[in-house]
């Protein structure tokens, strides 16, 4: 079931105390015990969040069209994201990960530092366990080690930054691909522009290139309908399972009140 609240706590303090006197981590006062409770004290950090400036900010809601009317705004990404970067490399260089980077857990002060909230799931640098909680689309795969889980994170921060759709990554990566693709022309970004890519997406983009095929198979004049078909009969072939008797597809959890067989969940409306 995971930690409970006060071992959370405990492991906040430990990390936070680890990395006392770094500019990206809010000062630590210590715990206390008030009758059944525990409270960790930190020193209050002024400031929105990352989520709440992206919001504010956000220049594809204000009408901005071109990669000049885009430039500033491009260049405030390019500024908090490399910001992130170095109080990531202080973190680990204390030999601890964060485990939790989302735009809710990063605090822009009103001087233009940063500071990084939330250190309930900071452990070791080579801790792979992946923490129950977690923003959609910026955590790493189960089992990412917690460099490599940072760094991911990151990218997908920085990601969000530009097309703040990244949560569709948790389903399946490659649509951070196609993301990221789209918001490198959009944006008119160099391609060493952000964070490096991520080793643990090598996969994703082998399938991107799958991707690139069915494009393929649906540009020109005519698309190939014949192949399209083909592969469209394979993937429903590949979805099903005749081995259940409840269903023959995978599907919606209402299908487990209606049948496996209706068209709003069931095998009629797949085929």
């Not at 640098?125 to 460099?147: E, F, H």
Request: charged residues 25%; proline residues 7%.
């Amino acid at each position: 079931m995971g930690d409970d609240a006060v071992t959370r706590l405990e492991r906040e303090h430990r990390a936070l105390t680890a990395l006392a006197g770094l500019d990206c981590v809010p000062e630590v006062y210590g715990v206390r015990t008030v009758w059944e409770h525990r409270f960790l004290m930190t020193e209050y950090v002024e400031g929105p969040t990352l989520l709440d400036e992206i919001v504010a900010r956000f220049a594809l809601v204000r009408g901005a069209r071109t990669a000049d009317e885009l430039a500033p705004y491009a260049a405030w990404v390019h500024h908090v994201t490399a910001q992130l970067g170095a109080a990531l490399r202080e973190i680990h260089g204390r030999g601890l990960r964060f485990g939790d980077l989302h735009p809710s857990n990063i605090i822009l002060r009103p001087d233009g530092r940063l500071a990084l909230v939330d250190f309930e799931y900071a452990t070791e640098l080579d801790d792979a366990t992946t923490p129950l909680a977690g923003a959609p689309g910026l955590q790493a795969p189960p089992g990412t080690p917690g460099a490599e889980a940072d760094a991911y994170a990151l990218w997908a921060t920085w990601l969000t930054m530009l097309m703040p759709l990244t949560e569709m990554a948790s389903h399946d990566r490659v649509k951070a691909l196609s993301l990221e693709s789209w918001a490198r022309e959009r944006y008119g970004l160099a391609p060493d522009a952000g964070p490096a890519r991520p080793a643990l997406l090598r996969a994703a983009e082998r399938a991107a290139d799958r991707e690139s095929e069915i494009a393929a198979l649906l540009g020109g004049p005519t698309p190939d309908w014949a192949e399209l078909r083909t592969r469209l009969i394979a993937g429903i072939h590949a979805g099903a399972t005749p081995e259940r008797r409840d269903r023959l597809f995978p599907g919606d959890p209402k299908g487990f009140a209606t049948g496996g067989t209706d068209l709003a969940h069931g095998a009629a409306g797949v085929l």
